[in-house]
T-cell receptor, first 113, second 120 residues
Framework: GDSVTQMEGPVTLSEEAFLTINCTYT??????LFWYVQYPGEGLQLLLKATKADDKGSNKGFEATYRKETTSFHLEKGSVQVSDSAVYFC????????????FGRGTSLIVHP | EAGVTQFPSHSVIEKGQTVTLRCDPI?????LYWYRRVMGKEIKFLLH????????ESGMPNNRFLAERTGGTYSTLKVQPAELEDSGVYFC??????????????????FGPGTRLTVL
């Protein structure tokens, strides 16, 4: 079945550092890919998405590019802020199916001032 | 506009007891989903309602879990009797109409903050 693998956390960075959170996937079809973020005390929010190969999703300074050849969707940000501290979930959704996301385990990001 | 709300935010119960979790979706959203995240693991799908009907309950772990959505508004998820392995965070999400077969259409789900359930 479909699955998503994320790098384990926590990832601890200083403010203004560069962020990469790796995500790879396995899917039988041609999925859409997503990054969700969960800030402390809040629900998951869709951060960005990409629906076809080579698409780049971007939002709030975060970017991720759909790489079909490497089955990856790594999340990047050039300069993190303390307010980016959260748990980040990579996910995929099978277009031909029920649109219910398959999630990774989540990666906790801690940004220090 | 109010988002998805869940109650309670935390629940601590003993093994063998019953717990009922509640989810209020965004007004007008026909689709309601339940998910669970066991500590440090993936968020797993439990079930999907369309209005008051169960569209997909393939993720429900066993018959100790009962979900209802009477009237197609709020939903409850009852665990009876609770076991230690039921501990985790239970998320609810809602979305507007899903149009299967409409090509690369993705219907965004809006998530609640979750209920953290601890079974001792």
């Amino acid at each position: 079945g479909d699955s998503v693998t994320q790098m384990e956390g926590p990832v601890t960075l200083s403010e203004e550092a560069f962020l990469t959170i790796n995500c790879t996937y396995t899917a039988t079809g041609y999925p859409s890919l997503f990054w969700y973020v969960q800030y402390p005390g809040e629900g998951l929010q869709l951060l960005l998405k990409a629906t076809k190969a080579d698409d780049k999703g971007s939002n709030k300074g975060f970017e991720a590019t759909y790489r079909k050849e490497t089955t990856s969707f790594h999340l990047e940000k050039g300069s993190v802020q303390v307010s980016d501290s959260a748990v980040y979930f990579c996910a995929l959704s099978d277009r031909g199916g029920s649109y219910i996301p398959t999630f990774g385990r989540g990666t906790s990001l801690i940004v220090h001032p | 506009e109010a988002g998805v709300t869940q109650f309670p935010s935390h629940s601590v119960i003993e093994k063998g007891q019953t717990v009922t979790l509640r989810c209020d979706p965004i007004s007008g959203h026909d689709n309601l989903y339940w998910y669970r995240r066991v500590m440090g693991k993936e968020i797993k799908f439990l079930l999907h309602f369309v209005k008051e009907s169960k569209q997909d309950e393939s993720g429900m772990p066993n018959n100790r879990f009962l979900a209802e959505r009477t009237g197609g508004t709020y939903s409850t998820l009852k665990v009876q009797p609770a076991e230690l392995e039921d501990s985790g965070v239970y998320f609810c999400a809602s979305s507007q109409d899903v149009r299967p077969g409409a090509g690369r259409y993705y219907n965004e789900q809006f998530f609640g903050p979750g209920t953290r359930l601890t079974v001792l």
